[in-house]
């Protein structure tokens, strides 16, 4: 099955660039999308790109898709403490039924 | 207001007893999705439905069972049989077809 990867931890002072990497292996991907989850809360989507583009841009975050390594990050300008989270990349399986969800990678952002 | 809510928040359970986690939207959504959260590993998908009185398995549907009478409904039983059942229970609720998926509060159940 589908397989979402990413790296558990990341620590960056406050004003600092934030990049959150990801990689996957269904290569049949059409979207994939970046999920925040604020501490004891569920999730909310941030942003997401679609399969064909390189880059997208929405305010702060820049989302980066390498279709052919798989690879997908999210960079968060200017890091504020109120970004501080775990982010959640996503891909759209199942005939487009079902997101596949990654381990999660907890941003901490430190003074 | 729209959204989806959960309830309870919170929920201690003794071992051996089933209990039911209640999710309901008002968002007019098709498609509900029950996740469950444990530490380093992501969310799992234990069961979806795409359509009143419709559902399919998920990657962990074993111990867990659904019922999908109303749209706006889509409770989670955990039975007995999940062998362990500690942890945060996330539901969700979207457009079929989407990738777009909104979000509960969350309950985060105990087992004694």
């Known amino acids: 099955g589908e397989d979402v990867e990413q790296s558990l931890f990341l620590s960056v002072r406050e004003g600092d660039s934030s990049v959150i990497n990801c990689t996957y292996t269904?290569?049949?991907?059409?979207?994939l999308y970046w999920y925040k989850q604020e501490p004891g809360a569920g999730l909310q989507l941030l942003t997401y790109?679609?399969?064909?583009?390189d880059m997208k841009q929405d305010q702060r975050l820049t989302v980066l898709l390498n279709k052919k390594d798989k690879h997908l990050s999210l960079r968060i300008a200017d890091t504020q403490t109120g970004d501080s989270a775990i982010y959640f990349c996503a891909d759209i399986t199942g005939g487009g039924n079902k997101l596949t969800f990654g381990t999660g990678t907890q941003l901490k952002v430190e003074l | 207001d729209g959204g989806i809510t959960q309830s309870p928040k919170y929920l201690f359970r003794k071992e051996g007893q089933n209990v039911t986690l209640s999710c309901e939207q008002n968002l007019n959504h098709d498609a509900m999705y029950w996740y469950r959260q444990d530490p380093g590993q992501g969310l799992r998908l234990i069961y979806y439905?795409?359509?009143?009185?419709?559902?399919q398995k998920g990657d962990i549907a074993e111990g867990y069972s659904v019922s999908r009478e109303k749209k706006e409904s889509f409770p989670l039983t955990v039975t007995s049989a999940q062998k362990n059942p500690t942890a945060f229970y996330l539901c969700?609720?979207?457009?079929?077809?989407?990738?777009?998926?909104?979000f509960g509060p969350g309950t985060r159940l105990t087992v004694l």
């Open positions: 790109i679609f399969s064909n583009m």
């Open positions: 439905s795409q359509i009143v009185n419709d559902f």
């Open positions: 269904d290569s049949s991907s059409t979207y």
């Open positions: 969700a609720s979207g457009t079929s077809g989407s990738g777009e998926q909104f």
